[in-house]
């Protein structure tokens, strides 16, 4: 439910300014792909109504442009052999290996960045330094992060941001979970020379503990057979108050009505009972 409450905000802001809704898969890791995960994805989406424009991209088929964007920022980058648990409780890195000159066959590569990189969300509030009221301006202070992992793939961040800027994407609409990786991706944009899109960090549904719905937690599928429901329910905690009509007549509505000033402005949707 929590990926289809991004999706349908994601698919009404394009509808609603006229825009292109691309679908894209993000299969890179392929030893760890469902096989049977991207017919299940497409499934999902055409139940509920919401078509996609022009052919699924597959990151998979991206690997060279991956390899492309790292050799530019090659210049920027260094070898780490620093494991999760040698990082484990350090909130930043501390640039153990970035003057040891560590060959990059067999190792992870960071990007040198350091300062702090400044954005506007178009939906999540927040108190920016010096500013005594709340506004949409966020900033990440950075450290030297991962652009390739030491098994070859590259990392979320850069894949991410090759694929956005190959495939022209200018709007980006997603999980507030993610909105602490948007300086990190920013950051990547600026040092290949790519224009910056604009984002919205829509709040993600978590279960009573806190913890987001996902089906890492083993969060229950999405029912298809109640997709009716489960598109009003998305748009209701989304701020607005859907008609009880089909599927089409609903997103048509919700086009006509769409505003990204109704999300509520907080990164989390809480005491929400899935449709079974």
């Given amino acids: 439910m929590g990926s289809l409450l991004t ?15 691309l679908l ?17 994805i497409l ?20 690997v060279a442009h991956y390899h492309a964007a790292l050799a530019k920022l090659a210049e920027r980058c260094f070898a780490c052999r620093c494991t999760r648990r040698e990082l484990r409780g350090t909130d930043r890195y501390p640039g153990t290996c970035r003057t040891l000159s560590l060959p990059w066959e067999g190792n ?22 010096g500013e ?32 956005d800027q190959a495939m022209g994407v200018d709007h980006v609409v997603r999980g507030a979970d993610l909105i602490d990786d948007t300086p990190r991706q920013l950051f990547l944009i ?28 083993q969060a229950t599928a999405i029912n298809r057979r109640f997709a009716r429901r489960n598109v009003g329910a998305a ?11 089909n599927i089409a007549t609903i997103l048509e509505w919700a086009i006509d009505h769409w505003d990204i000033a109704r999300i509520p402005p907080s990164p989390v949707v809480q005491g929400f009972t899935a449709i079974s």
């Fill in 7 to 21: 999706a349908v905000a994601s698919w009404l802001d394009a509808r609603a300014g006229n825009g292109r809704w």
């Fill in 24 to 40: 894209r898969i993000d299969d890179l890791d392929t030893p760890r792909v469902d096989p049977d995960a991207e017919s299940e």
């Fill in 43 to 62: 499934a999902t989406l055409t139940a509920h109504g919401l078509y996609w424009d022009g052919p699924v991209a597959r990151q998979s088929d991206h």
């Fill in 108 to 129: 992870a590569i960071r990007i040198r960045s350091e300062g702090r990189v400044e954005f506007v969300d178009r939906v999540q509030r927040a108190c920016s330094p």
């Fill in 132 to 163: 005594s009221t709340a506004s949409h301006r966020h900033w990440g202070a950075l450290d030297d992060f991962v652009v390739q992992r030491r098994d070859g793939f590259a990392s979320y961040h850069l894949a991410v941001v090759v694929d």
């Fill in 190 to 217: 600026d040092a290949l020379g790519d224009a910056r899109p604009s984002y919205a960090h829509v709040p993600v549904i978590v279960e009573d503990s806190g913890v987001k719905l996902s089906k890492h937690n």
């Fill in 235 to 245: 748009l209701t905690l989304l701020g607005f108050d859907p008609p009880d009509e």
